[in-house]
């Protein structure tokens, strides 16, 4: 059983850091590509970033450049660096495979960049 949980979401203003972890288990974590998606109000979840098992990575046009995703296969953790954080990018954060399938999700963690 798949099992994702989210952590170090917060409130933060505009132009601020935050990192995010997540930490699964119940999959083969070093040979799965990993991903963050995020949900925000009255929106559809949507793709943010993804790693691959080799550490490829790729980025949605909206946080290119500011975000950063990372992997720890020891410790099976991904993790997200979100910088010169926007208020666009309020949302609930979540990780999961890419594609995440059948997947459940974890309970995510929320990020609120506001003044």
């Known amino acids: 059983q798949v099992h994702l949980v989210e952590s170090g979401g917060g409130l933060v203003q505009p132009g601020g850091s935050l990192r995010l972890s997540c930490a699964a288990s119940?999959?083969?974590?070093?040979?799965?590509?990993m991903g963050w998606y995020r949900q925000a109000p009255g929106k559809q979840r949507e793709w943010v970033a993804t790693i691959t098992r080799s550490g490829s990575t790729n980025y949605a046009d909206s946080v290119k450049g500011r975000f950063t995703i990372s992997r720890d296969n020891d410790k099976n953790t991904v993790s997200l660096q979100m910088n010169s954080l926007k208020p666009s990018d309020t949302a609930v954060y979540y990780c999961?495979?890419?594609?995440?399938?059948?997947?459940?999700w974890g309970q995510g963690t929320q990020v609120t960049v506001s003044s």
């Open positions: 999961n495979t890419v594609p995440f399938g059948r997947n459940p």
């Open positions: 119940g999959i083969i974590f070093n040979i799965v590509t």
